[in-house]
């Protein structure tokens, strides 16, 4: 029986290990495609920084120029359990 899973585990499993060094040996002895002509002298067909940005929008204004902001709602208190005597 021992015997049986030092061959499971020496053999079988190393065996997707050899195929994935197989198909990498196939694909790097594949020659490669040949280029297609290209009148272009090798430049892309749209340039990479077709023109510059435009700028951002600005921001709102800030300062006495502007209305007063919105003042925040009043704070209250949440109700809380009444106190229970710790002696």
Do not use: C
Not at 17 to 39: G, K, S, Y
Not at 41 to 66: I, T, Y
């Amino acid at each position: 029986m021992n015997g049986w899973i030092f061959f499971y585990l020496m053999v079988v499993l190393k065996l997707p290990i050899v195929a994935l060094f197989a198909i990498i040996w196939w694909a790097v002895r594949e020659p490669p495609q040949p280029a297609e002509a290209a009148d272009d002298n090798g430049s892309s067909a749209k340039p990479r920084f077709p023109h510059p940005r435009g700028p951002l929008p600005r921001l709102p204004r800030r300062g006495p120029h502007q209305q007063e902001p919105i003042p925040a709602p009043a704070r209250t208190r949440s109700a809380t359990a009444p106190q229970r005597d710790h002696a």
